[in-house]
């Protein structure tokens, strides 16, 4: 059974073409783009083809067609990961699920949806908003990342810490396993305990388990009453990690809860012309939301005025629109200065201090500059790394060392926050995931016992190693 | 590597009394008390020994014997499931960890703690208390059951629907494998992804995997402000089911939402004298709390009271205390009419009341009562039979066919009820598990496919196929 027929690439595009037709592309433009996503990686070499699904069937035409020629597989939504786990590597089968975009089914009564793999997560929240409801995870791609995306990677976002990571808005999946057959997984009940929970064990599996093509997710109600913004200065980034731990010390669990370093500041400064890097040397920004909001928006502007900070409570919400401006620039800021590598470590909270001063002492032996922030609710560190221009062979895919678009010497310096997360009890990545960049990392992590069940358990779903294969393991 | 030494229960038992000395009993009280847990269910026949392990390495040991003669392992909490997942069958090893009941570590700063698997539920939240925080899986057994139970059964409860099951307050696992090896999943972080996720995977899990020896868990900020209780009486169950559908509507989410059918009312008048089933023919409980408790119950009371209910909304704490207590006198008055058979299966929100029809015409047709209470926030419906006086035999242990305990007539009745969740987009068991008492419908809800990926998971974790073999697969 292990046997495969004799492959050319012809071959296997022909047989792609014969059953799909024009839903298989070979354009050398799109070839092209499917080799990186927003991570900035371009994967070696050039993918052998790319099925644009429309339906299920061809999703299961595609993989029983990968199997028979033992082609590797790379399943891909809108192309907006940070981790390079959706590229097309030479040779590969790029599915993509872009196409698939139909929103199934809107429940208001069980608070769900269903809907197809391509759906762009936003769009979903905007749909169901009538019926007072949203699709709360919230990455920073939401307005052009796919649910299927969001589900493989288990994005999370800046309302995590309040409303869950994507895990807990999966109640159910529709997954093509590699042999082309279809697995149901979960329920459309809130609750259900089944045999494994093979829902929560797809999501975040990164592609290298099978491709999702539809989703039954949970809708939540929009949350009733006011919001609440608070901008606050601190001196120095230790004493605004201090308030936020100080937040959390009072049992309070802000919607939003977003810290900036001084690095960060200047950065948004040199962008937009602000003057925030002189109000302080770091930045707390923080959203309570729902019923009782005003009254918990007063209880954290009183702890961190006591704290000794310069406070600005937003009076309405043009006012917190402006606070959430200083948040919302960052990107473009660092974006506008160049390339950017942008890491994902999390650590326990209250080691949040602990690890922007090591972020700091990393910065400052290595002479490169890490602006970070950090969803502080739940200790999620984004430290960012403006790159070089990029060698401009590189640009054209001939490289066979594709890793080295980023300096060996930021490599060194990431290395180093890495292993500081991982040491503080922390991890490699809160919610971009593994991918290809974080490879090299993931047994330090797991240790060798749990990867060697991974890799077993991705073994039962697929034996012939062809999904996304560059990719976590 | 598959051959195994020649076994003989003696050999056994001294290789695990040398090793693990006064931790292995063979007392035979001991050992019949084990056979069963709070389903009724007895299992065939004497295990060989229970393990009270004291120490992970307890286990590790008791773990590497069980593989070296092959002998079955049954790992048992404090014995509360109601399924017979956890009780010692014929020649099986059981290992309890109940012993293992230290509370390693609160971090009030991390809002988690570390546990060993034996402490009892309840006792994480009163030791957490003072710092304003609460572990808030509540499954009914709080008091008595321990916390590696409750996840090895991914354990629901009354606030679910607002606080979420087990699996989300679980952060990482320690759990020793077949072989007796040590594997560590998860983080101390709220968020992280790297590789598939086996902590939720091994939530659930029954016992058919490993054994979960400590848990490093979640704990949330103790709701702040007011609880607000409201009792409503409906005409039937129908109207009382189309009230907690319009509280979902109105986009409320109560932290507590019951509903009682007047078969409950009834059982629940002849145990304590009270007249409730003539104050309708259904009873619908709901507990809001939070800031803006008092806003929700107002916004409640007026749904409630426009649907034409009999509502009472409490004005002080021993109003609520007196409210809540119909729903907490159901299950003694079931238990002082006889044995019961507690079931456990859940429907998507809008389909309960057809479930309760269904339940209704079920319960005519077969002449049986089944007094049905619902968690109706999740849709998790526990229909319940009251048995017959136990034929003495059964309780001495002699029978084959243990489910007799049951007359036929109550499985053939709920058999129909399993099936008629299904229909209904639902599920065999939203939180008790599927044990022995449900292998047999397991199948049917999950398809062949995926049944055929979950044992090649358990293969991976437990080749030798000794982790509580006679439960779930």
Not at 366 to 375: F, K, N, R, V
Not at 412 to 435: P, R, S
Not at 448 to 466: C, H, N, T
Request: proline share 5%; charged share 20%.
């Amino acid at each position: 059974m292990f046997s495969s027929e004799p492959t050319s690439p012809q071959l296997v595009v022909e047989a792609l073409q014969s059953e799909l037709g024009d839903s298989v592309s070979t354009d050398p433009a799109l070839l092209e783009s499917v080799r990186s996503d927003k991570s900035g990686w371009v994967a070696p070499g050039l993918p052998l083809a790319v099925v644009r699904a429309r339906t299920t069937e061809h999703v299961q035409s595609a993989m029983r067609i990968a199997t028979r020629f033992r082609i590797p597989v790379v399943p891909r939504g809108a192309g907006t990961g940070l981790a390079g786990g959706g590229v097309g590597t030479h040779g590969a089968l790029v599915i993509s699920t872009e196409l698939m975009n139909e929103i199934l089914e809107v429940n208001p009564a069980d608070e769900l949806a269903v809907v197809q793999a391509g759906v762009i997560n936003q769009r979903l929240s905007d749909v169901v908003a009538p019926h007072g409801l949203v699709f709360s995870p919230d990455p920073a791609s939401k307005a052009i990342s796919t649910i299927g995306g969001n589900i493989a990677t288990n994005a999370g976002g800046l309302l995590c810490a309040k409303y869950g990571v994507t895990r807990e808005a999966v109640l159910g999946l529709v997954v093509v396993l590699p042999d082309g057959s279809l697995l149901r997984t979960g329920h459309r009940s809130v609750k259900g305990v089944t045999g494994l929970d093979l829902t929560a064990l797809l999501t975040g599996s990164e592609g290298t388990l099978g491709v999702i093509v539809e989703a039954t997710v949970r809708l939540r109600p929009i949350p009733p009453g006011d919001v609440v913004t608070l901008g606050a200065f601190f001196g120095d980034i230790r004493d605004a990690a201090a308030a936020a731990a100080a937040i959390t010390a009072a049992r309070i669990g802000p919607a939003v809860m977003e810290l900036m370093d001084h690095a960060s500041l200047v950065a948004i400064d040199a962008y937009s012309g602000t003057r925030l890097s002189a109000g302080g040397g770091a930045y707390l920004l923080v959203q309570t939301d729902a019923r009782g909001a005003v009254d918990e928006g007063a209880a954290i502007s009183e702890i961190l005025t006591g704290l000794g900070a310069d406070v600005r409570l937003a009076h309405d919400s043009a006012e917190g629109e402006a606070l959430l401006a200083v948040r919302r620039n960052f990107h473009p800021a660092l974006a506008s200065a160049g390339e950017v590598l942008i890491e994902d470590i999390c650590v326990p909270r209250s080691r949040l201090a602990d690890m922007f001063a090591t972020i700091d002492e990393i910065s400052r032996r290595h002479g490169i500059a890490i602006p970070t922030i950090a969803h502080a609710g739940d200790g999620n560190l984004h430290p960012n790394f403006v790159l070089p221009p990029r060698a401009s062979q590189q640009a054209e895919g001939s490289g066979e060392q594709n890793d080295q678009w980023v300096p060996a010497s930021v490599w060194a310096a990431a290395d180093e926050l890495f292993v500081a997360a991982m040491k503080l009890g922390g991890t490699l990545t809160g919610e971009h995931g593994v991918g290809v960049l974080k490879k090299r990392w993931l047994e330090n992590e797991l240790g060798p016992r749990s990867l060697e069940l991974q890799r077993g358990i991705k073994a039962v779903f697929d034996p012939l190693s062809i999904m996304n294969p560059g990719a976590v393991f």
